[in-house]
Nanobody, 120 residues
């Protein structure tokens, strides 16, 4: 099972980016999906997460600016980031709870990280 993230880059303050993360490989189901970020010298923190039923929750710092969504048919989670600020600069990681077989446990999987830089 692999998670492949894409969509990062350099953007000016106030700009937008959309991150995508697709799960591939052999598995039975995907449960919770989410995005985390880690800035230099700081711990990794939750940005947003979404259940299979599309219930969402967000870090206070991104509420009203970021939107998480998922396409269950494509095994993909998205993060639409608007009104970006310099403090949003970080490596963004996608995360998914994946059950590989119907009777097996749900394990955490991580994408490789994608750099988001907000700077003028």
């Amino acid at each position: 099972v692999q998670l492949q993230a894409s969509g990062g880059g350099l953007v000016q303050p106030g700009g937008s980016l959309r991150l995508s993360c697709a799960a591939s490989g052999s598995f039975f189901s995907i449960n919770l999906m989410g995005w985390y970020r880690q800035a230099p010298g700081r711990q990794r923190e939750l940005v947003a997460r979404i259940t299979t039923g599309s219930t969402t929750n967000y870090a206070d710092s991104v509420k009203g600016r970021f939107t998480i969504s998922r396409d269950n048919a494509k095994n993909t989670v998205y993060l639409q980031m608007n009104s970006l600020k310099p403090e949003d600069t970080a490596v963004y990681y996608c995360n998914a709870g994946i059950r590989r077989t119907w009777s097996g446990p749900t394990n955490d999987y991580w994408g490789q990280g994608t750099q988001v830089t907000v700077s003028s």
